[in-house]
């Protein structure tokens, strides 16, 4: 019943009007003590600094809100421990150890590690003490909080009261007034259409703009005109044969293991064995398999006669694979030494990619290749003609075969319906003095890629304010949605007061009736489900009315009120943790502003960015 309950605690927040506090989490490093750098915060006589803040974030980018609400926490953080300290509490060493022990990083077969402590101070570039006093300072705030988290009792009453809240269902009808039906009402004349403008002469102001012709030179344009045989594909392909999907071996094996810990005689001992045991294979190669059955000492492929089946670089360690890959089919190798112990391998096949399944990409590569040099060869001669010639394209077009381009209107910084002239140095280029003002070609420009484009400005509007009798079928329709907005809330309150009234209730074009609950809102937004559970019903039919963002007003019916069910054990659960948690969070906001009062916050006028 109250699933959703995880997903939209606001609803929660809302109705109990608790404020959820959020710490940052195990790790925060100590407050600085640079003394030369500003401030962003004070706490008493400790002082927050900007490294403070970017080590809580651990790096990672954030805007300005982010960073914000993350210097807020380390605030909440100071207030708690200066009152800790103030009480005279701290953290004895038993706390300690036990607190370090406790953490799952720090453990191997869910016992403290020391070796782990170590390396994971290590990759911090921490000292222990210095960790050790993030530890204390992590005790002693969740100290300061666990009397308030942990000592939540909810009356059976206030659940019961929440789940038939959270649980009841209302059926309602809508009245849409909508602000173009007032459009009749909303003054358009020219007085009107005149004071609009002249109140907003910037809005009606038009930005530079151009357009342009432009060339592209481009590898992948180059490579799709080059003409290759068959012959050529395969001839390139038996060449390079590993650019085109990963080669893989089938190989068997016959493994003598060694013991993790053996000594250099017991090492030895184990060689001396495989090599006589590579020779009685060499001397019958056709009874590897045998041998391997009877012989080797890896269960996994022992009972499949050594077989490991197909696999690529990479998949096994470094001796065994080298010497693999190294081999022809049916080729035993000599005694190979891993970290397993010593290995005889025999290669059973070797499985290329299909020629037929591959052919496209090597025609493609092909293709580029040949093209590379056709494409250095004309981005020279396209550098040359662009600044020899540059007052026209068409010598470009003439000699390089590049057919110009046209683009729509291209505003400065906005997005042009060609992505390819999105590109950042292409719109530095096209609005320079030397292509704008001087109306030369650009230079080459590089989008990556091996891709140029050469532009120029065909044509320029500049920035200019737009005439009135430009705008004023835009300035109706704002007049239209704004005063028509004003005026569907004034009839809405009007008729909502005679609804209440009893006046005229089922003579509306009432839209068909659909069910909200707090659970399920289907197309209301939260302020309107507010305002449907907030009309009274104690008589029914209940009225109540929305402004909406749009302007539309909705003025809504209440028919029907379908009570909750009762909450089954394990709900009523799940929603008494969940008041209790609000419930906590409200109080630790209280001791918060508290403390806040008690110890001096001073804010520098420094940014957090």
Do not use: C
């Amino acid at each position: 019943m109250f699933e959703f309950v995880q997903n939209n605690k606001f609803v929660i927040k809302v109705i109990l009007g608790a404020i959820a506090l959020t710490f940052v989490g195990f790790g925060v490093g100590s407050y600085t003590t640079a003394v030369d750098e500003p401030y962003l915060a004070k706490v008493g006589n400790v002082k927050i600094h900007k490294q403070d803040l970017d080590r809580a974030l651990e790096g990672q980018p954030a805007d300005a809100a982010t960073r914000q609400a993350v210097l807020e926490n380390l605030i909440r953080q100071q207030l708690l421990l200066a009152d800790s300290h103030a009480a005279g509490l701290t953290v004895s060493d038993a706390q300690l150890r036990k607190a370090i022990a406790a953490i799952p990083a720090l453990q191997e077969n869910g016992t403290f590690s020391p070796e782990r402590y170590k390396q994971f101070l290590a990759g911090r570039y921490q000292s222990s003490a210095a960790f050790e006093e993030l530890v204390k300072r992590d005790i002693l705030l969740q100290g300061q909080l666990t009397s308030l988290l942990g000592s939540q009792i909810v009356p059976r009453t206030v659940v019961d009261r929440m789940a038939g809240v959270l649980g009841e269902s209302r059926e309602v009808r809508a009245l849409v007034l909508k602000p173009e039906a007032f459009a009749a009402e909303v003054k358009t004349d020219d007085t009107a259409l005149k004071a609009f403008y002249d109140a907003s002469l910037k809005r009606f102001r038009t930005p530079e703009a151009i357009k342009l012709d432009y060339v592209v030179l481009s590898q992948d344009a180059l490579a799709a005109a080059q003409a290759v045989t068959d012959q050529e594909v395969e001839s390139y392909y038996n060449e390079h044969k590993a650019d085109f999907g990963s080669e893989e071996r089938r190989v068997s094996h016959i493994l003598l293991t060694v013991p993790p810990k053996a000594t250099a005689e017991q090492k030895a001992k184990v060689r001396s064995a495989a090599e006589a045991l590579l020779k009685e294979v060499r001397a019958n190669p056709a009874k590897f398999a045998e041998l391997a059955k009877t012989r080797s000492q890896d269960p996994g492929s022992a009972t499949n006669g050594g077989d490991l089946g197909f696999f690529g670089r990479g998949a096994m360690v470094k001796p065994f694979e080298d010497v693999a890959f190294r081999m022809q089919p049916g080729q035993i190798s000599e005694v190979v030494e891993t970290e397993f112990g010593f290995h005889i391998l025999k290669l059973e096949e070797v499985k290329q990619p299909v020629f037929t399944a591959v052919k496209g990409e090597v025609e493609q590569r092909l293709k580029r290749q040949k093209a590379a040099a056709q494409f250095r060869a004309a981005s020279e001669k396209l550098g040359e003609l662009a600044y020899q010639q540059a007052d026209s394209l068409k010598a470009i077009s003439d000699q390089l075969k590049l057919s110009p381009q046209h683009s729509d209107w291209l505003v400065r910084g906005k997005p042009a319906s060609d992505p390819l002239l999105n590109n950042p140095k292409l719109q530095e280029a096209a609005f320079s003095d030397d292509v704008l003002k001087g109306k030369h070609n650009s230079e080459p420009v590089d989008l990556g890629k091996n891709t140029l484009v050469v532009v120029r400005v065909a044509e320029h509007q500049p920035e200019r304010q737009q005439t009135l009798a430009e705008v004023q079928e835009v300035i109706k329709a704002e007049l239209v949605r704004r005063e028509g907005a004003k005026l569907a809330e004034k009839r809405g309150d009007a008729l909502l007061a005679e609804l209440k009234a009893g006046k005229n209730v089922d003579s509306h074009p009432w839209e068909p009736a659909r069910m909200v609950s707090r659970r399920s809102f289907g197309a209301l937004s939260l302020s309107e489900v507010r305002a449907v559970f907030a009309a009274s019903a104690t008589k029914l039919p209940a009225f109540t009315g929305v402004k909406q963002d749009g302007g539309n007003y909705v003025v809504y019916r209440v028919d029907k009120v379908v009570p909750a069910q009762a909450p089954s054990p394990a709900e009523r659960s799940q929603l008494s943790g969940l008041i209790g948690e609000m419930n906590a969070n409200a109080q630790v906001a209280s001791y918060l502003e508290a403390l806040r009062e008690k110890y001096k916050v001073t804010l520098s006028q420094q940014p957090t960015e």
